[in-house]
């Protein structure tokens, strides 16, 4: 079973996100969706989620290709959830530049190199969750 992890915030899930989990599915068979916890989605973006993490923890769970769903961890660049879930594949959105960076800054200290795979944008000026006032 080839195991694919993604991470976000998904604070108010919409067809972009669908659309990314859908293109993530693709790179294996079973995928992990990371939900970012509240203070971690303040000091990256600079404000708090709109919905709180136990309510978008279970609106991914509902959606349809995310078999399992995970908080994600306490600080920033120690990669717990990775280390321990060992995603052959790690997709990343393609705005998610400060991940990827962080990641391949830190992969020499997962114990193992999972590739990486940068998913494409769908109508990122119309979808982009950072463009809402939810």
């Given at each position: 079973?080839?195991r694919?992890?993604v991470f976000g915030t998904?604070?108010?899930v919409?067809e972009g996100h669908?659309?990314?989990?859908?293109?993530?599915?693709r790179?294996?068979?079973?995928?992990?969706?990371v939900v970012?916890?509240?203070?971690i989605?303040?000091?990256l973006?600079?404000y708090?989620?709109?919905?709180n993490?136990?309510?978008r923890f279970?609106?991914?769970?509902?959606?349809?290709g995310?078999?399992?769903?995970?908080v994600?961890d306490m600080e920033?660049?120690?990669w717990?959830?990775?280390?321990?879930?060992?995603?052959d594949?790690?997709?990343?959105g393609?705005?998610?530049h400060?991940?990827r960076e962080?990641?391949?800054n830190?992969?020499?200290?997962l114990?193992?190199k999972?590739?990486?795979e940068v998913?494409?944008a769908y109508?990122?000026?119309?979808l982009?969750?950072s463009?809402?006032?939810?």
């Amino acid at each position: 079973m080839k195991r694919v992890m993604v991470f976000g915030t998904f604070d108010g899930v919409h067809e972009g996100h669908r659309t990314f989990f859908g293109e993530a599915r693709r790179h294996g068979d079973y995928l992990v969706a990371v939900v970012a916890q509240d203070h971690i989605v303040q000091y990256l973006k600079g404000y708090l989620p709109e919905i709180n993490l136990a309510e978008r923890f279970e609106n991914i769970k509902k959606e349809d290709g995310v078999d399992e769903v995970i908080v994600g961890d306490m600080e920033i660049g120690t990669w717990e959830v990775v280390k321990k879930y060992k995603p052959d594949v790690i997709a990343i959105g393609y705005d998610q530049h400060a991940l990827r960076e962080n990641l391949e800054n830190h992969i020499k200290d997962l114990g193992y190199k999972p590739e990486i795979e940068v998913m494409h944008a769908y109508e990122p000026n119309k979808l982009h969750s950072s463009r809402f006032n939810l």
